[in-house]
């Protein structure tokens, strides 16, 4: 007959120990690949949203590409940007009480400002030789009371 040991409950055997860490294991490594596919499933959907983007910005620009060759819009963009008249035509402007002109007007864009080009040796050069010279003295403050007498 079989003896009973009293108050022995579930043990954890040497087989299930091993078994319980293979699994805690596995689950270690398959958590960063599974976090590595999300990461790149979601670079994915964005990579996606913004084809849909740029295909939508690039039809928008073909439609506007397409207008220009349109003799027609041509003319209008002239009239409304630079304030052009046909000739034949009389082009009124719209004068305020105030004397200012009311609604768009059309100004012509400023020319780009020219921009000269400093390599990186020039610009580190120039602050070497700034460097190296004493600062400059700050100039003393007026007196106060001289200021107000000189009133």
């Given at each position: 007959m079989a003896t009973a040991s009293a108050g022995t409950g579930p043990q954890l055997t040497t087989r299930a120990i091993v078994l319980l860490s293979v699994v805690l294991l596995l689950i270690a490594s398959y958590t960063s690949t599974l976090h590595a596919w999300w990461e790149q499933r979601a670079d994915i959907q964005s990579t996606r949203a913004e084809i849909v983007m740029r295909k939508q910005q690039i039809a928008g620009l073909k439609d506007q590409k397409a207008r220009w060759n349109d003799p027609a819009y041509v003319k209008q963009q002239a009239k409304e940007r630079f304030g052009w008249v046909i000739p034949g035509e009389v082009g009124y402007r719209v004068i305020g009480s105030d004397g200012t002109v009311k609604g768009n007007v059309p100004t012509l864009e400023a020319p780009p400002i020219a921009t000269t080009r400093t390599?990186?040796?020039?610009?580190?050069?120039?602050?070497?030789?700034?460097?190296?010279?004493?600062?400059?003295?700050?100039?003393?403050?007026?007196?106060?009371?001289?200021?107000?007498?000189?009133?």
């Open positions: 390599e990186w040796y020039d610009k580190l050069w120039g602050s070497v030789k700034e460097s190296g010279k004493t600062p400059k003295a700050p100039e003393p403050e007026p007196d106060p009371d001289k200021v107000l007498k000189k009133k």
